[in-house]
Nanobody
Framework: VQLQASGGGLVQAGGSLRLSCVVS????????VAWFRQDPGKEREFVAA????????RYTASVRGRFTFSRDVAKNTAYLQMNSLKPEDTAVYYC????????????????????WGPGTKVTVSS
């Protein structure tokens, strides 16, 4: 299983970006896909996750209402639409996938994800 994230860049506060994560391999049609982010010197932080089935989606509180997780199963691609971006959203964003579907309470814990892709950097200027 391989994951490839893209879509990062530099944007002004209040702007928008859409991240994409292409998942190849058997997990692409099952399991849970998530976005995490990490700023240098800080711990990795959960952002959002969803089952490929779409039955459950979870967001961290700081992005709820601003970020939207979606997926195109036919393209094996997960998206993170990020609106109303703030400087504190600046980080390297990583997508991750699990072999099986995760329950809601497990989605935010990085230990439950089996596959990780290289990150894409998001910089929000004030």
């Amino acid at each position: 299983v391989q994951l490839q994230a893209s879509g990062g860049g530099l944007v002004q506060a209040g702007g928008s970006l859409r991240l994409s994560c292409v998942v190849s391999g058997p997990t692409a049609s099952s399991g849970t896909v998530a976005w995490f982010r990490q700023d240098p010197g800080k711990e990795r932080e959960f952002v959002a996750a969803s089952r490929w089935s779409g039955s459950t989606t979870r967001y961290t509180a700081s992005v709820r209402g601003r970020f939207t997780f979606s997926r195109d199963v036919a393209k094996n691609t997960a998206y993170l639409q990020m609106n109303s971006l703030k400087p504190e959203d600046t980080a390297v964003y990583y997508c991750a996938a699990s072999r099986g579907s995760l329950i809601f309470s497990s989605m935010a814990d990085h230990v439950h994800y089996d596959y990780w892709g290289p990150g894409t950097k998001v910089t929000v200027s004030s």
